[in-house]
T-cell receptor, first 112, second 114 residues
């Protein structure tokens, strides 16, 4: 158990819908990262927050957005969902941007 | 451009043998970090080992060691005395651009034979 929690574990929804994925970092970690893992794209970095502020952006679509709240938990919002958004979404956290990241168990999103 | 390459899509190794998983990288940054993660069939990503670009000694964590050859831009993972539980996908990753971005390789699926 990495100490990073993600909810829900599984999510099944339809195209065009909007969903919110939630992540609670390890106690003491200020950085939160979101990743998307799909069969064709591999593991892709989406976005990073540090202590509530956006720190870095990767291959995140405009339909996706994220935020980190004062209590340091983070949410990833996915809207206008398409079939290709079906993937495993990981959250990871670290103390600072320089430290190793610890991953949550992931949320498996299925868009039908 | 920043790039991580894992050239071995799959490997089979006999239990108790040592195994080396290859990883090469490309970056123009002087400061970067290299990571290895393990992903078993259950799906979670497990941090294994980290090597900073300025670290002079190769990183070691138990049965895991990282063979860091900076001039060759390689960061191979060595697992000594492999166990059945080592069967998993292994990902090499690099942090670059002042720790702001991270990229992952395509992974190597390691299967340990009893």
């Amino acid at each position: 158990d990495s100490g990073v929690t993600q909810t829900p574990k599984h999510l099944i929804t339809a195209t065009g819908q909007r969903v919110t994925l939630r992540c609670s970092p390890r106690s003491g970690d200020l950085s939160v990262y979101w990743y998307q893992q799909s069969l064709d794209q591999g593991l892709q970095f989406l976005i990073q927050y540090y202590n509530g502020e956006e720190r870095a952006k990767g291959n995140i679509l405009e339909r996706f957005s994220a935020q980190q709240f004062p209590d340091l938990h983070s949410e990833l919002n996915l809207s206008s969902l398409e079939l290709g958004d079906s993937a495993l979404y990981f959250c990871a956290s670290s103390v600072t941007s320089l430290d190793e990241q610890f991953f949550g168990p992931g949320t498996r999103l299925t868009v039908l | 451009a920043q790039k991580i390459t894992q050239t071995q899509p799959g490997m089979f190794v006999q239990e108790k043998e040592a195994v080396t998983l290859d990883c090469t990288y490309d970056t123009s940054d002087q400061s970067y970090g290299l990571f290895w993660y393990k992903q078993p069939s259950s799906g979670e990503m497990i941090f294994l080992i980290y090597q900073g670009s300025y670290d002079e000694q190769n990183a070691t964590e138990g049965r895991y060691s990282l063979n860091f050859q900076k001039a060759r831009k390689s960061a191979n993972l060595v697992i000594s005395a492999s166990q059945l539980g080592d069967s998993a996908m292994y990902f090499c990753a690099m942090r670059y651009s002042s720790a702001s971005k991270i990229i992952f390789g395509s992974g190597t699926r390691l299967s340990i034979r009893p």
